[in-house]
């Protein structure tokens, strides 16, 4: 307690007192606000919409920067120093994880600092083999007694996890990752849907149409088909037979069009950059050029589903949907969907099943009747972008083959079903995707 005399010594204390308290609330402020706008600890980060500002490669091009950046990141270009272990850019001068010693692209500090790395398997489980690595974390290390100490540990496929050594948690912060970089999926006032009749999964068999009204009330296309990834997706949508046992035939045009989508969809967003990122760290890919060829194949590489004939892929059967045995087969895009549906060719029945989300995307498990085909059950992710389904489907398949796959989205749980195609397969024995889909909300 303090005493003053007289009013204006007392006026005077009170005043200096409140300078004080407001100089000390500034300097709090401003220390929180710096460091939302430093990219002190933060350089190599992916896109966070929490920061003001960016500390990554892509700021210089969106132009969002922080105004350390230079300071922060520039000048440790050419280091390694806080960079072991770090996910593949493409744009660093110099590399410091697992990879950068076989394609010899290390920064000149990497042994000094980064030396512990090469006797572990974090970040490395499933890589190529490599003569100059200590130890190595791949599934023929066992036999040759050459295993880094902790792959036991680390990449042990007894958990499920495909052999990748990539967790659960790690998986569900990448979805976390993706879901905040979708920045082309749809807004609710470029999206309108109308799900109406909700029946109980006892009556999804019943092939009842209880909605009077199409699924789709209003889409933006002008807003949303305009954009590169949607333009890339719907040249491809029109290249299949939907009758499973006629062989698939693409003329060069075709063929070309699968490369844009590609290209599009994850080479030229952030989403698709951030997966490739988090796959190359793990070791599951050597390279974009490699990654992007597995995509190829196990999505576009033609298989049989029926009387032997090349007439279908995961691709086909997961977003454009196919006709087998008098029935819907696979299908589960939304965008596929509208289209039918504005041709008359799709009629919408109900729905057993609606995601928690209440902005875009969703999830929505179907009943519909296609063209005299009726589909018990068609889930499908609403309202997402293109490179959000394809990046979502390929990680789950690629880190859960034939299996349930654990998601966060916006902090609540999705979980992804993948199957193989186990009849056929391509390059050194992989297999083909036979489906992906939504199996809970």
């Not at 929505?364 to 499908?380: E, H, L, P, T």
């Amino acid at each position: 307690m303090f005493h003053c005399v007289g009013l204006s010594g007392c006026s005077s204390s009170k005043m200096k007192v409140t300078a004080l308290i407001l100089l000390c609330v500034t300097l709090i402020c401003q220390g929180y606000s710096n460091s939302l706008d430093s990219c002190q600890g933060r350089c190599g980060y992916g896109t966070d919409s929490s920061y003001s500002c960016q500390c990554n490669s892509a700021c210089e091009r969106y132009n969002d920067c922080c105004s350390d950046y230079v300071e922060q990141c520039k000048a440790a270009e050419t280091s390694c120093k806080g960079r072991c272990d770090e996910a593949y850019n493409s744009q660093d001068k110099c590399h410091c994880n697992s990879k950068c010693s076989q394609y010899n692209n290390c920064c000149s500090d990497y042994a000094d600092l980064c030396s512990t790395a090469e006797t572990s398997c974090k970040g490395r489980c499933g890589e190529a083999y490599n003569s100059q690595n200590k130890c190595h974390c791949n599934s023929k290390c066992s036999q040759y007694n050459n295993c880094c100490s902790d792959y036991a540990d680390l990449c042990s496929s007894s958990g499920g996890d495909g052999g990748t050594g990539i967790t659960d948690a790690e998986i569900k912060a990448l979805s976390e990752t993706l879901y905040a970089l979708d920045s082309n999926k749809a807004s609710a006032s470029e999206l309108i849907i109308d799900p109406q009749a909700l029946v109980p999964d006892s009556e999804t068999s019943h092939q009842n149409d209880l909605s009077a009204k199409p699924l789709f009330r209003y889409l933006d296309e002008g807003s949303l088909f305009s954009r590169p990834t949607f333009a890339a997706l719907l040249a491809v949508l029109d290249n299949y037979n939907r009758m499973t046992g006629q062989t698939e035939n693409f003329s060069p045009q075709q063929l070309a069009e699968q490369d844009t989508f590609l290209r599009e969809t994850i080479s030229n967003t952030e989403l698709g950059r951030e997966l490739f990122a988090f796959l190359y760290t793990k070791g599951v890919y050597a390279s974009e050029e490699e990654f992007i060829e597995d995509l190829k194949m196990m999505w576009f590489g033609l298989y049989s589903r029926n009387d032997n004939k090349m007439d279908s892929s995961g691709f086909e059967h997961i977003f454009a949907g196919e006709i087998k045995g008098g029935k819907v087969s696979g299908f589960h895009n939304w965008i596929q969907f509208y289209l039918l549906e504005k041709r008359g060719e799709m009629n919408y029945y109900s729905h057993s099943f609606n995601g928690p989300w209440t902005a875009y995307p969703d999830v929505i498990g179907m009943q519909f009747n296609w063209d005299g085909y009726f589909k018990q059950v068609g889930s499908a992710i609403i309202g997402c972008s293109p490179e959000f389904d394809f990046a979502l489907y390929s990680l789950c398949y690629i880190t859960r083959p034939g299996k349930r796959c654990h998601l966060s989205l916006g902090g609540k749980t999705l979980i992804i079903q993948t199957y193989t195609w186990n009849n056929s397969s391509y390059g050194d024995g992989k297999k083909f995707i036979g489906s992906a889909f939504p199996s809970s909300p």
